[in-house]
Nanobody, 124 residues
Framework: QVQLVESGGGLVQAGGSLRLSCAASGTTFDWYVMGWFRQAPGKERELIAA????????HYQDSVKGRFTISRDNAKNTVQLDMNSLKHEDTDDYYC?????????????????WGQGTKETVSS
């Protein structure tokens, strides 16, 4: 059973930075595409960043391009999301997720396992 645990959420001022981390256990980490999703109240979860198994391919939602960076350390079974120039509209619950896939997947139902989520609040 794959377990994902996020950390690093919290309160930050607009314009600030935050790093989210996700630690995986119970699996061979480099079999999986890693994704970061976020969800606002009453809305569906949306993919904001994803990275291929080897880290050579990434995908970003347009709203975070140039501000967020996804990275992974397969030796440590971790994936990070560095978020800079944060805006109030980045306030959401953030989730890491994995999918056993060769290609990056972009929708919620395609992902196999999920973390419990971490809340991020950006004050304006």
């Amino acid at each position: 059973q794959v377990q994902l645990v996020e950390s690093g959420g919290g309160l930050v001022q607009a314009g600030g930075s935050l790093r989210l981390s996700c630690a995986a256990s119970g699996t061979t980490f480099d079999w999986y595409v890693m994704g970061w999703f976020r969800q606002a109240p009453g809305k569906e979860r949306e993919l904001i960043a994803a990275m291929s198994r080897t880290g050579d391919n990434t995908h970003y939602q347009d709203s975070v391009k140039g501000r967020f960076t996804i990275s992974r350390d397969n030796a440590k079974n971790t994936v990070q999301l560095d978020m800079n120039s944060l805006k109030h509209e980045d306030t959401d619950d953030y989730y890491c997720a994995v999918v056993h896939s060769v290609m990056i997947r972009s929708t919620d139902p395609e992902y196999d396992y999920w973390g419990q989520g971490t809340k991020e609040t950006v004050s304006s």
